[in-house]
C-alpha cells in the first residue's frame, strides 16, 4: 500500500539554526512530492513540489528539498529558522498525471518549535 | 482571486444527526477534493470530483457523500454522525488538464457532541 512517513513527530530548533525534516514514501514509481505547511487552526500552503527534473527544489520562504530515488526520500530542509516558522508540517505524495494532484497521501506531520 | 473558499468555519452538531459542509474552488479549477483531518493527524482523502461527477474515493464509508453544482462548487455531506466524525475538514480544488498543486481552502472545524 502507498504510504508517507515522517519519522519524528516533534521537532524543537533554536531560531537561526538549521533545519531538516523527514519524508520517507512507499510508492510503486516515483510520486509527484509536495510538503505543506500548517499554522494552527489553518488550511495548508503549499511550501514546494517535486514532479520531475531537478531533484533538488526551491520552495517559498527560504524553504528546498531534495528527491533521492535510492532512498525513497524527498526531506526539507532551510539554513536558518526564523520564529515565524513554527507550525506543522506535512509530506504528501500523488500519482503522477493530470488531475490527480487533488489526491494525496498525507504523512502523520512533524511540529517545529522554534526556541528564542 | 480568493483562493478556496469553506463554509462555515466552525460547527457543533450532536450525534446522529447530519451535516453539510460547503466549498468554492479557486478560479479556473474545476476539480474539488475532500479530506479528513483528525486531531494530530494529517489529512485523509474522502473524494474527488469532477463535472459533478465523484470520481475518486478514499476508504470512507457510505455517510460520507458528495455534491458538485455547475459552477464547480462542491458540498460534503455526512449522515448519522458518529463522535469519531469530529474532525477538520479540508476542501481541495485543482486543475484537471494540467500537472499543478491542488490549492486548500482554511477549512472547517466540525466537533460531535
Known amino acids: 500500500a502507498q504510504s508517507v512517513t515522517q519519522p519524528d513527530i516533534h521537532i524543537t530548533v533554536s531560531e537561526g539554526a538549521s533545519l531538516e525534516l523527514r519524508c520517507n514514501y512507499s510508492?510503486?514509481?516515483?510520486?509527484?512530492l509536495f510538503w505543506y505547511v500548517q499554522s494552527p487552526g489553518q488550511g495548508l500552503q503549499l511550501l514546494l513540489k517535486?514532479?520531475?527534473?531537478?531533484?533538488l527544489v526551491q520552495g517559498i520562504k527560504g524553504f528546498e528539498a531534495e528527491f533521492k530515488r535510492s532512498q525513497s526520500s524527498f526531506n526539507l530542509r532551510k539554513p536558518s529558522v526564523h520564529w515565524s516558522d513554527a507550525a506543522e508540517y506535512f509530506c504528501?505524495?500523488?500519482?503522477?498525471?493530470?488531475?490527480?494532484?487533488?489526491?494525496?497521501?498525507f504523512g502523520q506531520g512533524t511540529t517545529l518549535q522554534v526556541k528564542p | 482571486d480568493a483562493g478556496v473558499t469553506q463554509s462555515p468555519t466552525h460547527l457543533i452538531k450532536t450525534r446522529g444527526q447530519q451535516v453539510t459542509l460547503r466549498c468554492s474552488p479557486k478560479s479556473g479549477h474545476d476539480t474539488v477534493s475532500w479530506y479528513q483531518q483528525a486531531l494530530g493527524q494529517g489529512p485523509q482523502f474522502i473524494f474527488q470530483?469532477?463535472?459533478?461527477?465523484?470520481?475518486q474515493r478514499g476508504n470512507f464509508p457510505d455517510r460520507f457523500s458528495g455534491h458538485q453544482f455547475p459552477n464547480y462548487s462542491s458540498e460534503l455531506n455526512v449522515n448519522a454522525l458518529l463522535l469519531g466524525d469530529s474532525a477538520l475538514y479540508l476542501c481541495?480544488?485543482?486543475?484537471?488538464?494540467?500537472?499543478?498543486?491542488?490549492?486548500f481552502g482554511q477549512g472547517t472545524r466540525l466537533t460531535v457532541v
Open positions: 510508492y510503486g514509481a516515483t510520486p509527484y
Open positions: 481541495a480544488s485543482s486543475p484537471l488538464d494540467r500537472d499543478t498543486e491542488a490549492f
Open positions: 470530483y469532477y463535472e459533478e461527477e465523484e470520481r
Open positions: 504528501a505524495v500523488a500519482q503522477p498525471g493530470s488531475g490527480n494532484t487533488g489526491k494525496l497521501i
Open positions: 517535486y514532479f520531475s527534473g531537478d531533484t
